[in-house]
């Protein structure tokens, strides 16, 4: 029955009991009783709170769809509010769900273009710093190298100063560019990647230890490169935010999928709103149907959690 009819009619019930009530054998003197105001006010009451509670029963599915509208983050896809009511009500939930499975997956499409192509700038600016800076700061070395060697020794000893300077500068363009392109995980695997991450993350003031467990099954390029970057944002948020000293990467294979988690000692998200480094981790699991989630560690700090559903082999 549509909404328009559902409505009328329990207003209708409560009218119709009204006009009995007055044709009944009731009547009211001039002037009003106690009594027969009293039996008017009790009637009235009853009339209202059977009306509001025939309403909230109707439009109990509206309340919850309005909620499941406030509540909705297309960056954690799934949740759906019940089909629930009759005729419209219902009609409206299920239109409004299966918005939201065109939006999910408009979503992702975008968000694997848009992921694709920073990949691709990525590439080109890691190229770029290679080729182009980093030869020419060899350059620079060289030339500064030549020009000491035929320099006074109070100048030799301030160009090897610049020398230094201009080395330092290298390695951090060189070790930028290895952030933007990890040309090991393309030259080396997955594996290697990590390990090489965990070792860049190490210092005096922060251990970082990984167990890479060696019975993974094959992923695929796309889930490898996530695999990678999440470990990688999850390493650097704890580096710079986390005031953290250890750190455990850990790669495991479970019964229906492959689980990174990235774990700290630090001083947790407490409620910290999520940046753009952590909804970029959550397009980029969208990306590959993977489920990421990010709180406190068993103990303390922080825990980032991927898993990676993985396909069921035939026996």
């Known amino acids: 029955m549509p909404l328009f009819w559902r409505i009328f009619l329990l207003n209708a019930v409560v009218l119709v009991a009204a006009t009995a009530l007055l044709l009944g054998p009731v009547t009211v003197s001039t002037p009003v009783l106690l009594t027969e ?8 009451a009853a009339m209202l709170i059977a009306n509001a509670l025939l309403l909230r029963i109707g439009l109990a599915p509206l309340q ?3 909620r499941a509208m406030t ?3 297309l960056l954690r896809p799934g949740a759906r509010p019940a089909v629930g009511g009759h005729g419209e009500v219902a009609e409206l939930i299920t239109t409004f769900n299966t918005m939201l499975d065109r939006l999910e997956a408009e979503r992702a499409t975008s968000a694997a273009r848009a992921l694709t192509a920073q990949e691709a700038e990525r590439h080109r600016i890691a190229q770029e710093l290679h080729d182009e800076i980093g030869q020419t700061l060899t350059a620079v070395l060289l030339d500064l190298k030549r020009v000491a060697g035929q320099a006074p020794d109070p100048v030799r000893e301030q160009l090897h100063q610049v020398q230094e300077t201009t080395r330092a500068s290298l390695d951090e363009i060189r070790r930028i560019a290895r952030r933007l392109r990890p040309g090991v995980l393309e030259e080396l695997g997955l594996t290697s990647a990590l390990k090489s991450l965990a ?3 190490t210092r005096p003031s922060l251990s970082v230890r990984h167990h890479i467990a060696p019975d993974l ?3 695929g390029e796309n889930a ?3 695999l990678y970057r999440v470990a990688q944002e999850s390493l650097t948020n704890t580096a710079r935010h986390a005031d953290a000293t250890r750190v455990g990467l850990t790669l495991e294979r479970t019964p229906d999928a492959v689980e990174l988690r990235v774990r700290d000692n630090g001083r947790g998200i407490d409620g910290a709103a ?3 480094g952590i909804r970029g ?7 590959i149907g993977a489920d990421l989630t990010l709180g406190p560690a068993p103990e303390s700090g922080t825990e980032v959690r991927l898993t990676i559903p993985t396909p069921h082999r035939s026996q």
């Open 274 to 276: 999520e940046g753009a």
């Open 64 to 66: 919850r769809l309005a």
């Open 224 to 226: 490898e490169l996530v």
């Open 281 to 287: 981790m959550r397009e980029r699991a969208l990306l």
């Open 71 to 73: 509540t909705t983050d």
């Open 37 to 44: 105001a009293a039996i008017l006010t009790v009637g009235l």
């Open 217 to 219: 099954p094959p992923l």
């Open 199 to 201: 070792a860049e993350f």
